[in-house]
């Protein structure tokens, strides 16, 4: 490609602290990059929000930034029908590394042999990271940015959703989305009716027992003894009183309400 | 709302249930008790929304600020906002409509995208399920304590 073509991907690479590199050894390289290598590169990964933002702070300040942005759109140009797991692995190895590595990868990459670099370059993956969320493809099924991030999208949303279903008790049985927000939705109002309901349960119950409570002042120690007596043992439960026996009431109360939980 | 650092350093002698429970716990309870001295016992339906927004409250506060739930029930509650610390109880939960409804049950998610909310769905139900079962066993025993 002539350098005109080069002008609009700029001002984008023009960003990171590149200037030392010269630019007859950028040409040659955008150059061989297809025209709509810069939306490809979404399509790889789908990485959590921040994908800009890491990797401009990740970049040594050579010319590590604008090689693995560059080596990532390689990587999406040869993506062409199928993502196989050796261009995700290779991937993740470019993200991986740093620059130098960035540069030597990205040399191995531009001689265009895949599997001989997902081969050469296992020793440097790492461990991946959790907020990457790496989209692989099917056979069928579409591999534009579109379609790869409606699927991490969906994928996220069903794990999600399984978390829910988990916490929700009487929801493993039911079957299809709506009806377990359905399910969800109801719960959290019945919840929250019941929340509701025992606050104006407890105003009645505690209240012929206020009369007590101001009987005790806030610091007075010496009426810890009437914490075992009075069934008022947790509204004394301020930090005066840990030692104390409503601490071992609050214990046994709340030990008791919560083993059901856990 | 304030020593959280007594509640933490209290050593737990019971392993069962984590920090947060606890927390929750202390921090309704001496909610509660601040409703009973400081509100007149003539106006039961004042104390008993009072109690309920400690509930929340309290809820909010162990879930700390890292939630946007949570966030949301505070500044409520900071703001004194005309409307309740909870969103209206009855909702038509129409066919098409549920993400709306449940945005608008949980506090806060109002704007947030769909995987968000159902995040924080999830640690709000957990919370909420907290709650309920701490205000249940303060209940049980109080009445059966009274009798």
């Known amino acids: ?262 | 709302m304030d020593s959280k650092g007594s509640a933490c350093s209290n050593p737990n002698p019971n392993p069962t249930f984590g920090p947060s429970k606890l927390m929750l716990a202390f921090r309704f309870l001496r909610a509660l008790s601040i409703v009973h001295r400081t509100t007149p016992a003539s106006s039961p339906t004042c104390r008993g929304r009072r109690i309920e927004r400690a509930a929340y409250a309290s809820m909010a506060y162990s879930a700390g600020t890292s939630r946007a739930w949570s966030r949301a029930v505070l500044r409520r509650l900071h703001h004194r906002a005309r409307r309740r610390a909870v969103a209206p109880r009855r909702l038509s939960t129409t066919a098409g409509n549920r993400a709306e409804a449940l945005r608008r049950l949980v506090p806060g998610g109002a704007g947030m995208d769909y995987c968000t909310l159902l995040e924080e769905t999830a640690d709000y139900t957990k919370c909420l399920s907290m709650q309920v079962e701490l205000m249940q066993g303060i209940v049980d025993s109080a009445s059966s304590n009274g009798r």
């Open chain 1, 1 to 262: 490609m002539d350098p005109p073509s080069l002008m609009p991907r700029l001002p984008e690479m023009c960003r990171f602290p590149m200037l030392g590199m010269p630019p007859r050894e950028l040409a040659p390289r955008v150059g061989r990059i297809g025209g709509d290598a810069l939306v490809e590169e979404s399509t790889v990964t789908e990485q959590c929000g921040r994908s800009k933002g890491r990797r401009r702070r990740r970049d040594p300040p050579s010319s590590g930034g604008a090689t693995e942005d560059e080596s990532s759109k390689l990587v999406s140009t040869s993506s062409g029908n199928e993502l196989t797991e050796a261009e995700a692995k290779r991937l993740k190895a470019i993200k991986s590394t740093d620059g130098n590595d960035n540069i030597k990868s990205e040399a191995e990459a531009s001689s265009g042999i895949c599997n001989k670099l997902a081969a050469q370059n296992p020793q440097t993956t790492e461990p991946p990271k959790q907020d990457y969320i790496h989209v692989r493809a099917r056979r069928g099924q579409a591999t534009d940015s579109h379609s790869l991030a409606e699927r991490a999208r969906r994928e996220k949303i069903s794990e999600k959703m399984k978390i829910l279903q988990d916490l929700v008790p009487g929801c493993n049985k039911v079957i299809g989305k709506a009806s377990v927000l359905d399910e969800i939705i109801n719960y959290i109002q019945a919840l929250q009716c019941q929340v509701e309901f025992l606050s104006m349960k407890l105003e009645a119950v505690n209240s012929p027992m206020n009369t007590t409570i101001e009987v005790f002042p806030s610091k007075d120690f010496s009426s810890q003894r009437y914490d075992t007596t009075s069934s008022l043992g947790y509204s004394s439960q301020t930090r005066e009183y840990e030692q104390g026996s409503g601490t071992e009431w609050l214990h046994m109360q709340v030990g008791g309400t919560f083993e059901r939980v856990t």
